[in-house]
């Protein structure tokens, strides 16, 4: 199952509300999770089944469905807010990511 | 709290056996609601499951390392691991350990280690 995320690059400013795509190149129900990864650290999950939010992780991160394309949305970006996101099929195997999206400050 | 670990040496010569381990502390390896993974991340790049494996030896595989791969589990250490053989200079990248929660996510992972194939 193939992840394509868009973009691949994006620049905001703190406030500012952000939306990130991934659509999978098949059905996978909401069997797909968020990540976030600041330089040098490893990922962390923030949402998981498509719209549930990891425990710990701020409510201004948010995560919808429709059909195959899913959406995380950050509703007010914060300083600590700019990093890579992943998207991430946990359907079926081979469990797959997506290629990322690089979230930079204007 | 859960935690994981890696560890192995970071420099590896190419043709030969990158070979690592993840500690696991906190809570228990054997488990029917996990499995245990292997992430890698070349530098400047996104992110490539390699394989997970269960606490009783079953082993799922990404399809492009499937071939040169071997994972393995010693439950008694709490500890699970990664062969990876006949290593190139693509090769090169960060090691995550992680644990998956079947059907939701990596909820945990191990900081990390940097391995590079080179002579």
């Known amino acids: 199952i193939q992840l394509t995320q868009s973009p691949s690059f994006l620049s905001a400013s703190v406030g500012d509300r952000v939306t990130i795509t991934c659509r999978a190149s098949q059905g996978i129900s909401s069997d797909l999770a968020w990540y976030q990864q600041r330089p040098g650290k490893a990922p962390k999950v923030l949402i998981y089944g498509a719209s549930t939010l990891q425990s710990g992780v701020p409510s201004r991160f948010s995560g919808s469905r429709s059909g195959t394309e899913f959406t995380l949305t950050i509703s007010t970006l914060q300083p600590e807010d700019f990093a890579t996101y992943y998207c991430h099929q946990v359907k079926s195997y081979p469990i797959s990511f997506g290629q990322g999206t690089r979230l930079e400050i204007k | 709290q859960l935690q994981l670990q890696e560890s192995g040496p970071g420099l590896v010569q190419p043709s030969e056996t990158l070979a690592l381990t993840c500690t696991v502390s906190?809570?228990?390896?054997?488990?029917?609601?996990?499995?245990w993974g292997w992430i890698r991340q070349p530098p400047g790049k996104g992110l490539e499951w390699i394989a997970n494996i269960y606490y009783k030896g079953d082993i799922d595989y990404g399809p492009s390392l499937r071939s040169r791969v071997t994972l393995s589990v010693d439950t008694s250490k709490s500890q699970f691991s990664l062969k990876l053989r006949s290593v190139t200079a693509a090769d090169t990248a960060m090691y995550y350990c992680?644990?998956?929660?079947?059907?939701?996510?990596?909820?945990?992972w191990g900081q990390g280690t940097l391995v590079t194939v080179s002579s």
């Open positions: 992680a644990r998956y929660i079947f059907g939701t996510s990596f909820d945990t």
């Open positions: 906190g809570a228990s390896i054997v488990s029917r609601r996990y499995s």
